[in-house]
């Protein structure tokens, strides 16, 4: 069983930076894909960004490109989102997931992963 816990989120202003964590526990392979992906009030969850967890490839919307950065450690189990340059446009709820095992689909769509953690808010004040 994998469990994911997300912290960080929280009240800044448009241009600040915020630093979302995801802390893994339980059991899981080496060959993982580990995702962000947000939900505005009244929105569709949206991909952000994501990690394979052993190559360190990195994936990420055309929204975010240039100002989020997203990296693991694997010492702590723990992936984080880096987030700069913030925008209204970026509130919502910011989750972390783990894709499925064998799961084919593409990286981008949530119907891959397996897991998902609680949610963390992130609000952007102008």
């Known amino acids: 069983q994998v469990q994911l816990v997300e912290s960080g989120g929280g009240l800044v202003q448009a241009g600040d930076s915020l630093r979302l964590s995801c802390a893994v526990s339980?059991?899981?392979?080496?060959?993982?894909?580990m995702g962000w992906f947000r939900q505005a009030p009244g929105k569709e969850r949206e991909f952000v960004a994501a990690?394979?967890?052993?190559?360190?490839?990195?994936y990420f919307a055309d929204s975010v490109k240039g100002r989020f950065t997203v990296y693991r450690d694997s010492v702590e189990r723990t992936v984080y989102l880096q987030m700069n340059s913030l925008k209204p446009e970026d509130t919502a709820v910011y989750y972390c997931?783990?894709?499925?095992?064998?799961?084919?689909?593409?990286?981008?769509?949530?119907?891959?992963?397996?897991?998902w953690g609680q949610g963390t808010q992130v609000t952007v004040s102008s």
């Open positions: 990690i394979t967890w052993t190559g360190g490839s990195t």
């Open positions: 339980g059991r899981t392979f080496s060959r993982v894909t």
């Open positions: 997931a783990a894709n499925a095992l064998f799961s084919t689909a593409p990286i981008f769509k949530s119907e891959g992963y397996a897991y």
